[in-house]
Every structure is written in structure tokens, then in C-alpha cells.
């Protein structure tokens, strides 16, 4: 593939229990094709801080922007509205609709036998069992990943979940969605249903949750899809 035009950026969104550092594998192979790339940091506090948080990041940048979410991030994404963002991309991630909450959309189908169980702390936190990782998270991943993504985990505030969501941005704006054929955190199903209500191209992939640790390349190549039909060759 000839590379892209440098004049966009793509600005990759990390999802809950997680850093900028899931996108490890991605943001290399993205630059080698000649497209600017930043990992946005979010502080997991709201869905409103967030997508404030993430403005913020597009301040930072020139030319139009392509947004990339994961998980919980597919819902922050959606949740800015700004006209330099050109297109969206969803990997793995939650779409809930105007006025419906992150949880909505999350508990819409009956979760997996290797789910875990989430549930506040006293302080409105929810963390990641350790075991949660390897058993739905990212059940590819490796021992080393896997041990790395438990230390760096970032908890997320039931806020997050609990808030409705503003008119999404996807209604507007073209989108790609990566469908992961075996997530064991966000229900295939449940991802196809927001995938086709929101009129996404659709690339269906057997890959867990975070398909950024084993199978970047699929990652990468939905990218690449999208910035060639929003940035140009």
C-alpha cells in the first residue's frame, strides 16, 4: 500500500481499564504509512469529562482527524462533535444512541460465561479483576501481555456508564467497525446491532476484545481503510 497523505491525523481512543499504551502495536505501523497518530489519554470520570478530555486532544492537532475508539471509548467518540473530524472507527466498541447509557448498550445481551462480574467500589470505581484479563479481556493475549495490561490497568467511574449519551456523531459522519467474532466482553451480537443501526462499514474478524494485542495488523488495516477513503492517497 502507498502511503497516505500526511495532511490527517488519527487520534486512537483507549477504552476502560486501560492507557494509551494498548495502542502500542498500532501507532507504528499507521506513521509508516505517512499518517500523524496520537494516543489521546482520557481520564475515565465521566462520558461528558471525556469527551472533554478528548477535545481538548483535537485542539491540539491541524487538518481533518479521524477518531478511533475502543470499548467504552466508542461512546466518546461519538460524543464529540467537532467538524474536523471526518470519520469515526469503532473497534470493538460500545454506540449507544441519543439518550441511552454506555450500560445499556453493554447489557444488552446476556454477558459471556467468562465475563466477570464488575461492580463499584464504596468510591463509584470499577476495577478489573486481575483474572478478568486473560479470561475475557484479552483471552489471546499472551502471559506478557497479559501481565502488563493488569499492571497499567486504569479503573473507570460507574459515571462513565450511568450517563446518557448526547446525540452521537455517527449519525452525521461516515464510520468503520471492527467486529470482534470473539469478545467475550461486549457481545458479538450486541456489536453488530450498533455496527448496522448506525450504518457502518463492517469488517467481522475472529479476534477477542482487544484484537491491538495479537492482531494489530486487523486493527491497522481497518485504519488504513478508513483514512484512505477520508484523507485520499
Known sequence: M?????AGT??????????????SNVILPLQRQGLKVIAAPIPLISLSGD??????????TAGPVILVGHAYAGAVIAAVHDDRVRSLVYVAALAPDEGETVADVFYRAAPHPDAPHLAPDAEGIIWMPEEGFGR????????????????????IAV???QEKAPAPAWKNKPSWYLLAEEDRMIAPETQRFMAVR????IQSHSVDHTPMQR???VVVNVIL??????FGK
Open 2 to 6: 502507498s502511503p497516505l497523505s500526511p
Open 10 to 23: 488519527v487520534v486512537l481512543v483507549h477504552g476502560a481499564w486501560a492507557d494509551g499504551s494498548c495502542w
Open 51 to 60: 469527551a472533554a478530555a478528548l477535545r481538548r486532544v483535537i485542539e491540539r
Open 136 to 155: 475475557a479481556v484479552a483471552h489471546k493475549a499472551s502471559p506478557d501481555q497479559l501481565a502488563i495490561m493488569a499492571a497499567v490497568q486504569r479503573p
Open 159 to 161: 459515571q462513565c456508564i
Open 198 to 201: 448506525m450504518g457502518a462499514t
Open 215 to 217: 492482531a494489530p495488523e
Open 225 to 230: 481503510d478508513a483514512a484512505g477513503e477520508t
